[in-house]
């Protein structure tokens, strides 16, 4: 037994180092991006490489590739009393993932791209500030020829696409990917062309003037009543909200405050507070290794939008908050209902920008980006003609078509730093929220009732049973299943969008 | 010259990545002095000791010293055309005393000597709680004897205590400090006994109701009006103030606010300000080195208390400052006049406690500590008579005498993490600032007239030029000698404070 169970603790202190290197860098990265002088641009990127570099050659120590040898496959693993303990297997096949994916890379490789996207950030910010898609098209052009080296170097079974995926969304295929989006495009169009047939809701009293000391403090009051624990992070303001693990005991968060636009703060907060809970969430057998982390960038979606949106616009949420937020600003919101307020909150109108789109529109925003990913990664199209595609793609998807390729090609900056498949676990977020709510909905009774009282409590608790606590220790796919007794579909996001619009547009 | 080159080059690339990892550390420890949430305590512990180890490493890496072997004895070098830079003399010096210091202590040391005072750091303060010396005596007698040993290991020429002292003040004997001190003391024991004598100045408009975020607006108004560069830097809030450095365009300090302690913010402020200076103003040539760094613990104090004591607490300063802070608090201050103000920061009164002691008796409590630390490590005084040692110290220097230990010497927390030989530099830097600033005066032509018009510059300019370029390198002795053209002299300091004091209490 015990020359069998050796390697695993070496690998657990290694892995523990490793966590604490990268905490350092998160903290470092933290105040880089709310509290740093102005100046202090150049010193701070020359620490975060040291970090990074340290970090990584960690995780790829060659010790490392030897103490996993020793350790064996953890599929041929006997099973009965002598296996492994259920927890030691799920750390073996993170640390070999993640001992596979940093190592099949060479290091002139990892340099080459880092100088490259570091370099095409710069040019693509420049790009879109002149609405001007040659400066960024040769770098767009390396990226992509770089990126289809990168998944040849990463490896996989069916298509180029799964490899870059798979960093992102572990395990998840491109082609269940396009399965999923197809049905969900086919649900998404009609509904949307329904909308914007039908008379659009009033949101005038969200852009009067919030003062933003005041938008703050119901922040703080709302991210507490969630069951977020301000004792274990900070909510923080930034240019754009992100959450930020520095430690198992630090979860932080940051949201951005605009006095015209008063829903901004308030659900970014939410969204943020949903990615957090997951974060201060995992298991206490999990904290300082790599298990203690979201399983994927889907599932840790799927929290941040299920308390974005699900729950933070749902009508009995506004029942409960509504009167709170109308004690903080009188002026602005008396006389409004809930239903105003919750109609105002959920309106839906096709426009060119991903980042504010509502949750109807949002999918195809995601959708024409993914299209377009797998479209140039397999060779299928070209980046001369990529602006071009994105607008007739975004005329069959969304039904407008963008003036400008700043609108269109150049808005998003995940191609500048390397980022192709990245974004369908932006939608696979949607489509886990909605597929978990149902399962919710039927083991909390009374569950609107509860949240309509401000009792949301009970929610948080399912959430950490049925998936904070795991961790990474469960693939997406794993918890989907055991959650929910099915595979992934986006029928549960469908019916969802279709019975709360078919309402709010009385369709 | 080529291959006498190469080492120096060689050292200053290992050099730059332990300051890039000294000042990641920095960023954490910032962190956790300001913002980091409660219960992040031990995960940031852990980052902290992982840092400074990998810190450590670095500067003790044998490579450093097969390099420093290869570059000779910087004391050996020729002069003429072929001479080494000046510049990397200096870093050969300062680098050899860093590799000096950091191996001499044997690792298994250096381990006993960390748990030993962690755990005494808690004992202590549960001590100082309690008034319960008994508690702390055992952890003391410890502390002094493995301090015996550190000396020991360190080496010396002529007293163990030279060994402790140039830990913080580089290349100083304790024979230089007991002659300065005893002079020190021969000028300010009959000085306070005057003033005590004296009628003693009103202050007590200074205790009045003032609101915390107008006394942020006003500390921010000034550190920038001193030259702080705020695209540099930045101004927190902490427990205990503090300056420190996170990157070479990266300078922060914090201060703390007390509603009724109005003179507790800014002189706070302004002495951080001072220090911040001194790390904003190194040379270009020597950032990202271990030249980039004060050159003395009392040469950075000579900085902090030159600009909150003998600028900020100086009659012009307050002509130019006053009618500024009284339209900030205007219901407090309407009515006190520069002389009323400026009599009331500068009130003496010898009391128990060195943090709150104004900058006349302060160099008594100091003249006490050294006096029982020398005692204690030439093994001529016992730890189990030490506070008896203390009372007697206290009447025969201040002319009073604490009723408890916890007001005596269990008040400060260095001896419980072993700073034997650190107190020295606080009044040190008095004396390093009243001997540079005379040396000024002379040299800024109506330096007084320029302080009461808020024309702070030209001494910035001077000490950017005289003392800030050089960081280390050049010692504080040297610096001294070049700048005043004599060695260091307590007659300077004595002068100044006969003169102001006289002229406030009247003598």
New interface residues.
């Given amino acids: 037994m015990e020359t069998r169970h050796e390697p695993v603790a070496r690998l657990k202190e290694l892995d523990r180092?490793a966590r604490?290197?990268a905490?350092?860098a998160a903290?470092?990265s933290w105040?880089q991006q709310t509290?740093?002088?102005?100046?202090?641009v150049?010193?701070?990127a020359?620490?975060q490489a040291?970090?990074e570099g340290?970090h990584h050659a960690r995780i790829t120590d060659p010790e490392v590739g030897t103490l996993l040898a020793a350790c064996g496959s953890t599929e041929a693993e006997p099973s009965g009393p002598a296996a492994r303990p259920e927890i030691d297997r799920a750390f073996l096949r993170a640390k070999e993932r993640e001992y596979r994916l940093s190592t099949r890379l060479p290091g002139s490789f990892v340099r080459e791209m880092a100088e490259l996207t570091s370099r095409s950030q710069a040019v693509w910010a420049q790009a879109r500030a002149d609405n001007d898609f040659a400066l960024f098209r040769p770098h767009l052009k390396k990226i992509v020829e770089m990126t289809i080296r990168m998944a040849d170097y990463l490896g996989y079974e069916e298509h180029p696409y799964d490899a870059l995926l798979d960093q992102y969304e572990p395990y998840m295929r491109s082609s269940e990917v396009k399965r999923v989006f197809d049905e969900l495009q086919t649900g998404l169009v009609p509904l949307v062309a329904k909308i914007g047939a039908a008379r659009q809701v009033d949101d005038s009293f969200l852009h009067l003037d919030y003062p933003l000391d005041r938008q703050e403090a119901f922040s703080k009051q709302l991210m507490v009543a969630l069951g977020y624990?301000?004792?274990?992070?900070?909510l923080?303001t930034s240019t754009h909200p992100f959450t930020t693990t520095?430690?198992?005991?630090?979860v932080?968060i940051t949201t951005r405050y605009h006095r015209n636009l008063l829903q901004s703060s308030i659900f970014s907060t939410v969204h943020e507070t949903g990615h957090a809970l997951y974060e201060q969430g995992f298991g206490e057998g999990l904290s300082?290794t790599l298990l203690a982390e979201g399983t994927s960038l889907g599932i840790h979606e799927s929290q941040s939008r299920m308390w974005e949106n699900t729950i933070g616009r749902s009508e009995p949420f506004w029942t409960h908050w509504l009167p709170t937020l109308q004690e903080i600003f009188p002026e602005q919101l008396s006389g409004v209902s809930v239903e105003q307020f919750y109609r105002a909150v959920n309106k839906v109108e096709p426009s060119f920008i991903r980042v504010e789109a509502d949750e109807v529109t949002y999918g195809l925003h995601v959708i024409l980006r993914y299209r377009m990913e797998v479209a140039l990664i397999s060779g299928e199209l070209k980046v001369a003609d990529a602006p071009e595609a994105w607008r007739e793609l975004s005329r069959e998807l969304l039904g407008i078509v963008p003036e400008t390729d700043r609108d269109g090609i150049l808005q998003d900056v995940h191609w500048s730093f390397g980022g192709i498949g990245y974004f369908p676990t932006y939608a696979l977020g949607n489509l886990y929220a909605a597929q978990f709510f149902h399962t919710m909905e039927r083991q909390i009774p009374q569950l609107r009732d509860g949240i309509a009282r401000g009792e949301t409590g009970p929610i948080l608790e399912w959430l950490r049973e049925n998936i904070h606590r795991h961790g990474s220790s469960l693939s997406a796919s794993e918890l989907v299943r055991r959650i929910t007794g099915e595979p992934l579909s986006p029928q549960f996001f469908l019916a969802y969008l279709n019975r709360k619009y078919g309402e709010i547009y009385t369709l």
Same sequence: chains 1, 2.
């Fill in positions: 180092e604490h290197l905490h350092a903290v470092i105040d509290y740093m002088p102005k100046n202090a150049e010193g701070r020359q620490q040291l970090l340290l624990d301000i004792d274990r992070g900070r923080d520095l430690g198992s005991d630090d932080r300082g």
